[in-house]
């Protein structure tokens, strides 16, 4: 059929172009002219019957040809297509008798059954479009939930992951891949044994196997010390059953950092021994202040027999004295044992700040003199009297001096003999209210590990040591008297530059008394 039509084609394009056409027209209208110009000559009739049988010989070859097989190959198609329009209406089609008549029917049967066609392809477009757009919104809502989910799981600061029965990671928060210094996407879909434990093959205390195998929910506390970071860690592993089964194929495994936890309770423990520790020392220290009352007495009387004495006992003299102040540090350091474990009240007095440094530096001359270091003092005068109980403003101002004079010997170690330390002593108005004194040094500064501890108690850059002075009270202590003055007390420092002390006194405080909740002595810095 394609051929034949092709046929029809080539022939109407044959009927423009031929020569052959024009040939025969031009040999019909010759012989029509010669009939009307010359009607009684024999010689033009006959070539007019010659002419016009060729004619019609060629016309009837055409039919044959030509026409014949184009009309059949109509025939065909259009009944293909009224076959096509009578199944659409579910009809039966009629075998035979298409003819040119009813070409037209049929083509505007089509054309109809095309539109018809067009416009159920449209609205199924239009369903289609519809359809994409509903899942275009339920993609987007279920990325939300993805986004949420994974929020969530972020959020937590301990750790959490899921695991199938084949030990691979199907999820895990950014905490729990952070411990072992990874990104999420890097862990999910390898094995658990691989990356937490580095093995090639399952451990055999897994707990996430256990959990799966009878669907119970495990909990176990371990020592975690394969990484710095977690100290204790608290195990739990939920199975997850989907629904219609009866076994579990995945399990949520939440890791607990109880590190904290353990913190705390060893503190309650030091807390307790702490408590029996001061109960020893109220006893410790009321012997001690009875041995140096008796200590103290003798050294008087010697000092009294050794004035009345000849010429030569000044050397005596000056050992005595060296005695008694001892005498007297150590008394001071009973007294603090005695408030640490008993705080007794004390009354304030509206007393001279740069007085009261005058007389604590005297304490603390021989200390700086033994570690050669030397003092610049920078005492504001006229400071108004802040209310202030003496010897506890005394304490604190000797711990600082010796926790610098004891940084400065540790910087000069290290440096030589070209090192000189110093120590500034500076008072002053901090505001219209307070007042205020600092002492500076020069030595190798705090360590940025040891800043957050200086006023914990206990505490100590160098080993606690009641013989080098280093309690680890002395600090605690200065905070804890500041605390009960209504005043402040802070430091700055820098590695290598020194360190500064700050201690703010109010003119006045709400109450005249204060409660001191313990003492002790210097605690050493580096």
């Known amino acids: 059929m394609r051929g034949e039509t092709g046929l029809f084609t080539d022939f109407l394009s044959y009927l423009k172009t031929s020569w052959f056409v024009r040939f025969l027209v031009f040999l019909s209208l010759s012989a029509v002219l010669l009939l ?13 019957v010659v002419v016009h049988g060729f004619v019609a010989l060629a016309i009837v070859w055409f039919g044959f040809r030509v026409i014949r097989p184009v009309q059949l190959s109509m025939d065909q198609l259009f009944g293909l297509l009224e076959r096509g329009l009578a199944g659409e209406r579910r009809e039966s089609p009629p075998s035979s008798g ?3 008549g009813r070409y037209r029917e049929l083509l505007k049967r089509a054309t109809n059954l095309f539109r018809e066609q067009y416009d159920e392809l449209l609205n199924r477009s239009k369903q289609l479009e519809n359809f994409a757009g509903v899942l275009e919104k339920q993609n987007l809502k279920l990325s939300e939930s993805r986004q949420r989910y994974r929020r969530t799981m972020d959020a937590l600061d301990n750790g959490i992951y899921l695991v199938d029965e084949d030990y691979v990671v199907r999820a895990i928060n950014r905490a729990e891949a952070a411990y072992y210094g990874s990104e999420p996407k890097q862990i999910v879909g390898r094995r658990c044994y691989e990356i937490f434990r580095q093995r090639q093959r399952p451990c055999p205390d897994c707990l996430p196997r256990e959990c799966m195998a009878d669907g119970q929910v495990r909990n176990r506390l371990r020592v975690e010390s394969r990484r710095a970071g977690r100290g204790y860690v608290n195990i739990f592993c939920y199975p997850i059953f989907h629904e219609g089964e ?14 904290p936890l353990v913190m705390m ?11 029996s520790i001061g109960q020893m020392a109220a006893g410790i220290a009321h012997d001690l202040n009875n041995y140096l009352a008796g200590i103290y007495g003798v050294v008087q009387i010697l000092e009294l027999r050794f004035e009345n004495a000849p010429a030569g006992r000044e050397k005596d003299l000056h050992l005595l004295g060296r005695l008694k102040e001892q005498v007297e540090a150590l008394n001071l350091m009973a007294g603090n044992l005695m408030v640490f474990s008993h705080p007794e009240r004390k009354e304030l007095f509206p007393l001279s700040l740069n007085q009261v440094i005058e007389d604590a530096l005297s304490f603390s001359r021989y200390e700086l003199e033994r570690e050669q270091v030397r003092v610049v003092k920078k005492l504001q005068p006229d400071l108004p009297l802040a209310r202030m109980e003496k010897g506890q403003i005394q304490q604190v101002f000797l711990n600082l001096m ?25 008072t002053g108005a901090e505001d219209e209210a307070r007042v205020f004194f600092s002492i500076s040094d020069n030595g190798g500064g705090i ?19 009641v013989e080098r002075g280093a309690t680890g009270l002395g600090l605690f202590t200065a905070r804890t008297v500041m605390e009960q003055h209504q005043g402040e007390i802070s430091f700055s420092s820098e590695i290598n530059q020194g360190s500064t002390f700050k201690v703010v006194l109010p003119w006045r405080q709400e109450s005249g008394v204060c409660f001191p909740l313990s003492a002790g002595g210097p605690t050493k810095l580096a």
């Not at 309770?265 to 702490?274: I, L, P, S, W």
């Not at 940025?448 to 040591?465: A, G, I, M, N, Q």
């Open 447 to 465: 360590s940025r590990e040891c800043r957050d501890h200086l006023f914990d108690p206990f505490f100590s850059t160098k080993e606690v040591s």
């Open 265 to 275: 309770e060893d503190q309650v423990v030091r807390a307790e021994k702490m408590a």
């Open 98 to 100: 298409i003819r040119m």
């Open 402 to 426: 010796l926790n610098a004079a004891q940084a400065i010997r540790e910087r000069k170690k290290n440096e030589g003999a070209d090192y000189s330390g110093v120590i500034e002593v500076v």
């Open 36 to 48: 009307v110009f010359f009607p009684g000559y024999p010689a033009v009739l006959v070539f007019s």
């Open 246 to 259: 009866t076994r579990s194929h995945e399990a949520v495994v939440y890791i607990q950092d109880t590190s």
